[in-house]
């Protein structure tokens, strides 16, 4: 991995159109867990929109990790030094947050001992999946942020610390994991939805991100896009998507799923990685102007605190809401949701994320030479 990316690696300047594909994953978490089931078409939303998630984290955790391996590979500053930065920046973005809406929800809800222990130590993934199923309508969406915790207290030591080729094949490897852990956990006895709940599972996902982040450092990012076999690749993936949405149309439950149901139906990565990079570089006409327009530029940016709390908003069902129609309902949810993650990020999250400005990723000058030494 060469220590000066080229030029085109990567697009300068702020990528609009991802933040619109987070919004369109929030949404679609949020649709899956605001109506009804006769409202979700046969199709699993909430698992759409958390492995959209899943390929746009890969993807931008990995690009802002090969910018630190170039740091380090310039001898600017050491690996131990360039870790840290990263954790302490995430730590500030995501902790805070979680665990100011956890102690909230730890006094306020029933919740059992066990799911307690898993939230409170980012494992409630293992738990969930384990245990055959999540217990807390309010928190269930939690075991997805577990999963990226985990994921992240691995990946950047394989980024930082392999050779370009190692990074390569470890993430070659990921994608082979993802999909055996679930069909392994599926042919086990586990529920269809709790296969992909354990990290292994998501490996694929997370991976396939980090996939375009590798291959548009090497090649660019519109270059990458244009080429011929980008393109094949794209209607393969679209293919395989579109095969998946047919399996879970037609599938019930686990009652009626076969192993290669579950291999098709989540094997989702591909196309969101294609559709990844198209944002990266700028998709045209319409979608490029949706994607890029302010609603969902806005939605993308709190997506965090959309996140968290869209599924609290339905504790309003039990204040009288639920007698309403389903369609009465979203709006209601929607507006609740939006106020409190605009409330969180301007009056929590960003004045936290004003911190991250105290760890720069890259070290000063005048640091530099004691991180050498210390490498």
Same mark, same amino acid.
């Given at each position: ?18 933040d619109?594909l987070?919004?369109?994953a929030?949404?679609a978490?949020?649709w ?6 006769r ?29 630190c %391996?170039a ?11 360039? +870790? ?5 920046? %995430?730590?500030l ?11 909230? $929800? ?8 066990g ?5 409170? /130590? ?8 384990f ?13 997805s942020?577990?999963?990226?915790e985990?994921?992240?207290?691995v ?14 094949w ?5 994608l082979?994991? @993802? ?28 991976? @396939?991100? $980090? ?9 660019g ?6 080429r011929? +076999? ?15 949405v047919?399996?879970?149309t ?10 290669l149901?579950?291999?098709?139906? =989540? ?6 990685a294609?559709?990844v990079?198209? +944002? ?17 530029? =806005? ?5 965090y605190?959309? =996140? ?10 039990r ?17 609740? /949701? ?22 720069? =990723?890259?070290? %000063? ?11």
């Amino acid at each position: 991995m060469s220590s000066t990316p080229p030029p085109s690696a990567r697009p300068a300047g702020h990528l609009a159109q991802l933040d619109g594909l987070r919004a369109l994953a929030v949404l679609a978490v949020c649709w899956h867990h605001w109506m009804p089931k006769r409202f979700h078409l046969g199709l699993n939303w909430g698992a759409i929109g958390v492995d959209l998630f899943f390929v746009l984290s890969g993807f931008l955790i990995t690009g802002i990790l090969l910018d630190c %391996r170039a740091h380090v590979e310039s001898g600017a500053q050491s690996v131990a030094f360039t +870790a840290r930065r990263f954790y302490a920046r %995430r730590f500030l973005r995501i902790f805070p947050l979680y665990y100011a809406a956890l102690i909230v $929800a730890t006094l306020a809800l029933p919740l059992a001992a066990g799911t307690l222990l898993s939230l409170w /130590t980012y494992t409630f993934n293992l738990y969930g999946a384990f245990a055959g199923g999540l217990s807390g309508t309010f928190v269930s969406h939690f075991w997805s942020l577990a999963v990226e915790e985990q994921f992240y207290l691995v990946w950047p030591w394989v980024v930082l610390c392999l050779t370009r080729r190692g990074v390569l094949w470890a993430t070659f490897l990921a994608l082979l994991i @993802g999909p055996l852990s679930r069909h392994l956990m599926f042919t086990n006895g586990f529920a269809f939805d709790a296969t992909r709940m354990i990290t292994p599972s998501c490996l694929d996902l997370l991976c @396939g991100g $980090a996939l375009v982040a590798l291959c548009a450092r090497a090649r660019g990012v519109a270059e990458l896009a244009a080429r011929p +076999a980008t393109r094949v690749f794209g209607l393969a993936a679209s293919a395989l998507a579109l095969w998946g949405v047919w399996i879970q149309t037609r599938v019930e439950g686990q009652a009626g799923a076969s192993a290669l149901d579950v291999l098709v139906v =989540y094997s989702r990565w591909p196309f969101f990685a294609w559709l990844v990079l198209l +944002a990266a570089r700028g998709l045209p006409g319409v979608l490029g102007r949706v994607l890029a327009s302010r609603p969902l530029g =806005y939605v993308g940016q709190i997506s965090y605190g959309v =996140y968290v709390f869209h599924a609290f908003a339905l504790v309003l069902d039990r204040f009288g809401l639920a007698q309403f129609h389903p369609l009465v309902r979203l709006p209601v949810y929607a507006l609740v /949701t939006l106020v409190l993650a605009t409330l969180s990020w301007r009056f929590f999250e960003a004045p936290i994320n004003a911190f991250k400005d105290r760890f720069p =990723y890259r070290d %000063r000058p005048a640091e530099a030479g004691s991180a050498r030494r210390a490498a």
